[in-house]
């Protein structure tokens, strides 16, 4: 079965800086995709970013980026510029060719000012 | 457009009573899924239905049961509800499978069972 693992329960940022969240993750199949949500306070679920496996070129979303490490199973995402508005949770998730997205615990994220 | 719309918002349930919890988009998707999450946890799907008239389990589907008799509506039902199903529940839905087209999430439901 698929895992993925986040392993930083809660991290904490200064406004303006960057910070990296990690994410790991199981699987034995080639084609897959990988995504991280956003999951404030409000309780919405917000796609943040997303990464194609097939694409070795690391996938960017204006202040979002991610370091997909294919061989290593590795998934990690950084912020750049940090705001107070990116407090909230973030959750790693994967796909595979099947239907089911597979989400990790989740990493709380504090942005401080 | 509205996207995903789930009702109820809160609703708290008394150990036995059975309820269902209502789901639909209006982005024509044929791919709609019901995930719960715990607290502190991620998301954990439930059932999940490709098309009209075709559901399937997901990783925890006991205790609840699906339809899914349009494209639009897929309801959620809790027939005997035990304080294991305490959680918020999400519906969400896509255009199609795998990972071409993301998911899009309803607000949540928050269901509490004493």
């Known amino acids: 079965a698929q895992t993925v693992t986040q392993s930083q329960p809660e991290m904490s940022v200064q406004e303006a800086e960057t910070v990296t969240l990690s994410c790991t993750y199981d699987?034995?199949?080639?084609?897959?995709?990988l995504f991280w949500y956003k999951q404030p306070p409000s309780r919405q679920m917000i796609l943040v970013i997303r990464?194609?496996?097939?694409?070795?070129q690391n996938a960017t979303e204006n202040r979002f980026s991610v370091n997909f490490q294919k061989a290593a199973k590795s998934f990690s995402l950084k912020i750049s510029d940090s705001q107070l508005g990116d407090t909230a949770m973030y959750f790693c998730?994967?796909?595979?060719?099947?239907?089911?997205?597979?989400f990790g615990a989740g990493t709380i994220l504090r942005v401080k000012s | 457009n509205a996207g995903v719309t789930q009702t109820p918002k809160f609703r708290i349930l008394k150990i036995g009573q059975s309820m269902t919890l209502q789901c639909t988009q209006d982005?024509?998707?044929?791919?709609m899924y019901w995930y719960r999450q715990d607290p502190g946890m991620g998301l954990k799907l439930i059932y999940y239905?490709?098309?009209?008239?075709?559901?399937d389990k997901g990783e925890v589907p006991n205790g609840y049961n699906v339809s899914r008799s349009t494209t639009e509506d897929f309801p959620l039902r809790l027939e005997l509800a035990a304080p294991s199903q305490t959680s918020v529940y999400f519906c969400?839905?896509?255009?199609?499978?795998?990972?071409?087209?993301?998911?899009?999430f309803g607000n949540g439901t928050r269901l509490t069972v004493t």
């Open positions: 982005m024509n998707h044929n791919y």
């Open positions: 998730a994967f796909r595979e060719y099947g239907n089911k997205l597979v």
């Open positions: 699987t034995s199949e080639n084609n897959y995709y």
């Open positions: 969400a839905s896509s255009y199609a499978g795998g990972g071409r087209s993301p998911l899009h």
């Open positions: 239905s490709v098309g009209a008239g075709i559901t």
């Open positions: 990464q194609e496996a097939y694409k070795q």
